[in-house]
C-alpha cells in the first residue's frame, strides 16, 4: 500500500503534504526530527490520510493536494482539521 498523508504543525499550523509506502515507519522519522522540512516545523500531527493500492496514484494524489486548486480542496475538506 502507498500513503498520502498531511500533517499539521501545532506550534504554527502549517500543513506539510508527504507519500509513503509505510505510514507508520515515516510518522516516526518526522517525529525524530530525520526529515529536513518537517524538522523546523514540529512538533506535527497527522490529519489526514489516504491509502492507493498503485504507487502512480499516490503520486498524482500527492502532486494534486500541493497544487494551489489541491490545497484549496483540502482546506474544504479538512476545515475543522486546519483550524
Known amino acids: 500500500m502507498y500513503f498520502v498523508y498531511i500533517l ?12 509513503t509506502d509505510n505510514l507508520h515507519n515515516r510518522l516516526a522519522e518526522h517525529k525524530s526530527g530525520q526529515n529536513r522540512t518537517t524538522n523546523r516545523i514540529n512538533p506535527t500531527k497527522l490529519i489526514f490520510f489516504e ?22 480542496t483540502l482546506k474544504m475538506m479538512l476545515r475543522y482539521s486546519i483550524r
Open 51 to 72: 491509502s492507493f493500492s498503485d504507487k502512480r496514484d499516490a503520486i498524482r494524489r500527492e502532486r494534486y493536494f500541493k497544487t494551489s486548486k489541491g490545497k484549496s
Open 8 to 19: 499539521k504543525s501545532i506550534k504554527n499550523s502549517q500543513l506539510y503534504t508527504g507519500r
